[in-house]
């Protein structure tokens, strides 16, 4: 079975090209292409990249966004993507996972959220961060901008 059948076991209306060229997943603002990207970014500051690290960074929530269907993280299981064995888990990581690099990376870039306080477990990313850094990082940047080309860096956009 390809990853088409599979993906239609969940939304059979899924067509070949809204996979490939998800449109859900490159526009989704909270989970989507920008996210996975600032996450593999923070996970290699605290990692070596792997090639599996990178595919778990950049399609762990690939899922909740295309087909909107949870638990996201262990559907993906049947994806056969071979990914690191936390990306199945990540939404609730055991205690012996908070210092993976994905898990502190997508915690780390999930701080742009207003309501962070509200949900994040500080003393995963405490040691690896200056919080009031990186929240000023995410109030004076705009990360579509940079991740799309268009951020102007020295005097080049």
């Known amino acids: 079975m390809n990853l088409l059948q599979k993906l239609r076991q969940f939304n059979p209306t899924i067509e070949k090209n809204e996979l490939l060229s998800s449109k859900l997943y490159l526009e989704d603002r909270e989970h989507g292409m920008v996210h996975s990207f600032m996450v593999l970014f923070w996970a290699s500051l605290h990692s070596e990249l792997t090639d599996r690290l990178i595919r778990s960074c950049l399609f762990h929530d690939y899922l909740r966004v295309t087909l909107k269907i949870e ?74 901008e940079i991740v799309k080309g268009k951020w102007n860096v020295i005097g080049r956009s």
């Open 71 to 144: 638990p996201h993280d262990k559907l993906l299981t049947n994806l056969s993507l071979d990914l690191e064995e936390i990306t199945y888990f990540h939404s609730h990581p055991p205690s012996n996972y908070e210092n993976h690099p994905l898990i502190i990376g997508d915690r780390i870039e999930l701080l742009r959220y207003n309501d962070y306080e509200d949900w994040l477990k500080f003393e995963c990313i405490n040691t690896y961060i200056n919080i009031d850094e990186l929240k000023t990082f995410y109030q004076e940047t705009d990360i579509e």
